[in-house]
């Protein structure tokens, strides 16, 4: 389809793992966003790329949590040491331009046992 | 910092009802302000939106007008249907700067 592709729909680790969130915004879209949603909350913001740069990345909880976007399409979020305050859906959404709509993929759902 | 505030959920109403959600939001001056809908299986999608005060932002039967005296951006529908079960988010934005959600409200229809 032509909207956000977020992978894995679904991951379950362990404690301690490291893991891959990938994003595939649409095509054309400069700007991509992260988001992390617990249950029963609204998105919070993580990182925004514009292009291949991280033009705001204030949202990011620690330095286990990293993201890239080496060729300003794909991104992904990386966390290390995975902790169980980890599980949450990770959702990316991507805009056209910076201040264009926002398009959400349907997100990632991890689940840290 | 600026944050956004939603009615608790859940709301739950019988077609045909009066449907209003409340949401207001502190920020320093007059950001734009959205509506996003969440569909049971589905990605998050914008409803309505407005980008100055007194702007009235409609979708689907939907409106929510932005007020600025009351800082708020209620999302009203005359008229509620089952398909618009769902988790209803408001959510403020400067610019080109990041959306700020509230926690959401879960609406449940019943036929």
């Known amino acids: 389809g032509a909207g956000v592709s977020q992978t894995p729909s679904n991951k379950v680790t362990e404690k301690g793992k490291y893991v891959e969130l990938r994003c595939d915004p649409i095509?054309?879209?400069?700007?991509l966003y992260w988001y992390r949603q617990s249950l029963g909350q609204g998105p919070e913001f993580l990182i925004y790329f514009q292009g291949t740069g991280a033009a705001d990345d204030s949202g990011l909880p620690n330095d286990r949590f990293f993201a890239v976007r080496p060729e300003g399409s794909v991104s992904t979020l990386k966390i290390q040491r995975t902790e169980r305050g980890d599980s949450a859906v990770y959702l990316c959404?991507?805009?056209?331009?910076?201040?264009?709509?926002?398009?959400f993929g349907e997100g990632s759902r991890l689940t840290v046992l | 910092g600026d944050s956004v505030t939603q009615m608790e959920g859940p709301v739950t109403l019988s077609e045909e009802a009066f449907l209003t959600i409340n949401c207001t939001y502190t920020?320093?001056?007059?950001?734009?302000l959205f509506w996003y809908v969440q569909y049971p299986g589905e990605g998050l999608q914008l409803l309505l939106k407005a980008t100055k005060a007194d702007d009235k932002g409609s979708n689907k039967g939907f409106e929510a007008t932005y007020r600025k005296e009351t800082t708020s951006f209620h999302l009203e529908k005359g008229s509620v249907q089952v398909s618009d079960s769902a988790v209803y988010f408001c959510a403020l934005r400067w610019g080109a700067q990041k959306l700020v959600f509230g926690q959401g409200t879960r609406l449940t229809i019943n036929p």
């Open positions: 920020a320093t001056g007059y950001p734009s």
């Open positions: 095509s054309g879209h400069t700007a």
């Open positions: 959404a991507s805009s056209m331009t910076a201040t264009g709509e926002l398009f």
